[in-house]
């Protein structure tokens, strides 16, 4: 019998049972598992995913059967995949998300909207408008006429952020940071543009004195990226004075504020992003800090008029006709063609918990941030980098202070994560290395992570004293 389709009346139950299938699978799988993490690094999940799939592999003959394949597949895709749900799974931004979220983007998979023409996407799409109105005006409560766009994330929002200056400035020369995302260099080079020019980050925030030299040299347009959380410490550039000196200089300015973008709201926590709302352009990421599955990201803009620069002509997609009619057209509203409803998630998740309720999470891991620091520093075998800003926390044995810590750090990390016992990131910060806590779980406490720090101690010094012997 052939396979049912998940959409439709019919549909729906067999979604139901194939649901639960997979969640039980989920379930028994992450028991197994245990930590935040699957044991033996990649050569035991490679195995382990060897496994079912021996002699016939991905494309058998002949099919398994629906249930099968979806519990075994399952059961190894979480088997082998580290749980941003454990606290000690801390290393990116890469945020456990909610479950109203999870339940929202199943819906969203099962009457698969296409978001590239009304006709596909009827209420999908008027439900983006919406929600993009309402980010929108949270960058930017002062503006007269701001817009926003959906994009699948940080890297996406910053190449339409440099897209939009240079269709409106022109041949810009991009200037950014050194603390800048990789992705930054990389939009300037697939938009044709200079190799951005960097300007130094003295405690990892961007020097303004050196802005302005940069901007002083620089003879035609330019387009400068300030950062509002960055990927190491999640520091955020002086925005204010950065946006004085851009607005003198006529040059565009995005805010890449991917992960601090959230502090938007807190009424609290808001002031540090105090001058974003002169930004011409701003990446915000609801898959870092919001709580959302992968992808959930948005591009702002102070002026809708920016984003006309999107706008192309399909004609099966958004003919004149159609449009003078009244259709709406999707068309300029991505650099993508097809693409999911990620709005639904977003827009289920902001109404289910409000902006009071998406606050106190960016509020509770931003102050969890600020003590785990402190018992960092009262740590006698751990010292800390600085104060978090959000919710990063950089930290380094004390025992790293001779000429080979940096491969002691690296080298505990590795063994950290190979255990499966705890996924740490690394950072180099003033020329060292740093183990890094990117806490995004919105209900863990600081008491949680104390054993961690305990486990970071002892394992540095049994990894010190390999490094000797060898």
């Known amino acids: 019998m052939a396979e049912a389709l998940a959409g439709g009346t019919a549909g729906v139950q067999r979604v139901r049972e194939l649901v639960a299938v997979a969640l039980d699978a989920v379930g028994a799988a992450s028991a197994e598992r245990g930590g935040p993490a699957p044991g033996g690094g990649p050569a035991a999940v490679a195995a382990a995913l060897s496994l079912p799939l021996a002699g016939t592999g991905v494309l058998p003959e002949h099919g398994t059967g629906a249930s099968d394949a979806l519990a075994e597949l399952t059961g190894v895709l979480t088997a082998g995949s580290v749980d941003p749900a454990h606290p000690w799974c801390a290393a990116h931004l890469h945020c456990p998300p909610l479950a109203v979220a999870a339940a929202a983007d199943l819906v969203a998979s099962v009457l698969n909207p296409s978001m590239d023409s009304w006709d596909q996407a009827p209420a999908a799409s ?113 925005l204010v004075d950065i946006a004085e000196l851009t607005g003198r200089a006529g040059a565009w300015l995005h805010v ?55 706008d192309v002509r399909a004609e099966y997609l958004n003919a004149d006709d159609d449009t003078e009619a009244g259709l709406p057209d999707l068309l300029g509203r991505s650099v993508r063609t097809s693409r999911r409803p990620d709005a639904f998630k977003i827009a289920v998740t902001l109404r289910a918990l409000g902006r009071t309720g998406i606050a106190a999470l960016v509020e509770h891991c931003c102050h969890v941030a600020t003590e785990v620091a402190d018992a960092i520093r009262a740590h006698p075998d ?37 255990s499966g016992t705890a996924v740490l990131g690394r950072a180099n910060v003033d020329g060292r290395v740093w183990l890094k806590l990117t806490l995004l779980h919105p209900h863990a406490t600081a008491a949680d992570y104390l054993g961690l720090l305990d486990l970071v101690a002892s394992a540095v010094r049994e990894a010190g004293v390999d490094l000797v012997v060898r």
């Open 126 to 238: 008027q439900l983006e408008g919406e929600l993009v109105a309402a980010l929108a005006r949270l960058c930017y409560p002062d503006a007269a006429t701001p817009d926003a766009v959906i994009t699948s994330g940080g890297t996406e929002s910053n190449l339409v952020g440099l897209l939009l200056a240079r269709e409106t400035r022109g041949a810009v020369q991009p200037v950014c940071g050194r603390t800048a995302h990789h992705s930054v260099a990389r939009a300037a080079w697939l938009l044709g543009l200079p190799a951005p020019l960097v300007v130094d980050c003295p405690g990892q925030r961007m020097s303004t004195d050196a802005l302005a030299t940069v901007l002083g040299a620089v003879t035609g347009p330019a387009a400068v990226v300030a950062t509002a959380g960055t990927t190491d410490a999640g520091t955020i550039d002086p």
């Open 382 to 418: 751990l010292r800390v980098w600085g104060e978090p800003e959000l919710s990063t926390v950089l930290f380094r044995p004390t025992a790293a202070d001779g000429p080979a810590g940096d491969e002691l750090v690296a080298t505990v990390r590795r063994r950290l994560l190979e």
């Open 256 to 310: 890449d504020a991917a992960y601090g973008g959230a502090a938007l709201f807190s009424h609290d926590l808001a002031p540090l992003l105090a001058g974003l709302g002169a930004a011409d352009s701003v990446a915000v990421d609801l898959h870092k800090f919001g709580w959302q599955p992968i992808a959930a990201g948005v591009l702002a803009t102070r002026e809708a008029v920016a984003l006309t620069a999107l």
